[in-house]
């Protein structure tokens, strides 16, 4: 049935362009100022991988239901008060990604308690459904943000013109095993998953992490997203987010995360670079060292209103005392194996067409990814189609 309302909108999409442009949804209900909202977004996915054996080189492909994400979301007392459900509904698990709720206590101060994503980026906090190519880089993937439960102090993330922050305290443990998965390949174990409705992992030891993020917006612009829909003239938002684990668990944590980024907008063009800094503490001394290095650059033009082409670079380095202390961690270890891969890259780039903007759209992009040592090449192709409502 999913699929076939997927296919559904996109035919009504490109039948019936001008319609469709005006958007659609979401389904919300209102009383005086109080509202309650349900929404959805949808992702049909094909993909052909090209990987680089040892042998000899091997071909997939599939078709998946990469994301089904209903979220209801309700506003209360004159919208001070604020509540997000938001679940991972697929094929063969449902997830709980966010729920928290919030209060404002004024145009710049905002408070939100829950299950949510930890302010590490404003490249991060925006949605998977807002990206300019199929998915997230390696590098954010490595680095994180990813969800955790805790308290937040916020502006609200609309701020279109000056300073704008975001700082919390958090439990330390990732509610997903998606991102900030830097040190768990690094020293070769898996990632619980305690977000896993159907099959949730034990609970963690709790250790405080804090996260923050300051930065600054020149001209109007929310920077929802990366890609220049909006169009105009110059437009520019530059921040720094710093993550410190007070106790880091060996193996599956960063002891601090820095990360300078920026995003620049015009006339349709647009360029986004994040930079990666991951700390970690040794289990040979405890000693806290640089361990990792990473970073994400890419531009994108639209064109025609509806059309847009978009090239990323990403790479991730990990830093020879990293391994080494990995190595031996793992030689104390029961069916541990460090890994022994010093750089990743990957050279990507897609085109988009936006038939109702992000609401409905269909994503290619096609990537080489790298890996060193050993000159390992593998390609991969991916096509997406989008719903949002």
Known sequence: ?????????????????????????????????????????????????????????????????QRVRPVLEGKFLDKKLQFKLHLNAGPTTIELLDM???????????????????????????????????????????????RQ???????????????????????????RSGFERGPSKVYGVSLPNPSDLANPAAPAHLHPELVARVGYHLGKDTFASDSDLEGGPLRLTTGLS??????????????????????????????????????????????????????????????????????????????????TDAAAWAATQTGVTASTTEAQQEFAAGVNIYFVDHQLKWQNDIALLTTAPGDRQDVEYRSQLQVMF
């Open 1 to 65: 049935m999913l699929l076939r309302a997927l296919l559904a909108a996109a035919l009504v999409a490109v039948a019936n362009p001008a319609q469709a442009a005006d958007g659609f949804g979401p389904l919300e209900l209102k009383v005086g100022q109080d509202s309650l909202r349900f929404a959805f977004m949808g992702q049909l996915r094909f993909t052909f991988d090209d990987k680089d054996g040892a042998d000899e080189r091997t071909q997939t492909d599939k078709f998946t239901l």
């Open 100 to 146: 928290f709720v919030g209060y404002t206590f004024g145009p710049r101060l905002m408070l939100r308690v829950g299950q949510q994503k930890t302010p590490f980026t404003r490249h991060r906090q925006g949605s998977f459904a807002r990206l300019t190519l199929v998915d997230w880089s390696p590098a954010v993937r490595y680095f994180g943000a990813e």
């Open 149 to 175: 439960i805790g308290a937040m102090l916020h502006d609200g993330y609309k701020s279109e013109d000056g300073l704008e922050y975001a700082v919390g305290v958090f439990t330390g443990v990732n509610a």
């Open 242 to 323: 710093v993550a410190w684990d007070v106790r880091p668990e060996v193996a599956r944590d960063f002891a601090v995360r820095l990360a300078p980024e920026v995003t620049v907008k015009a006339w349709g063009w647009s360029a986004t670079a994040v930079g990666y800094a991951g700390f970690f503490e040794a289990t040979q001394g405890g000693k806290v060292q640089l361990g990792a290095l990473g970073m994400f650059a890419q531009t994108a033009y639209r064109f025609l209103e509806r059309y847009e082409v978009a090239l990323r670079y990403s790479r991730v380095d990990v830093l020879d005392r990293m391994r």
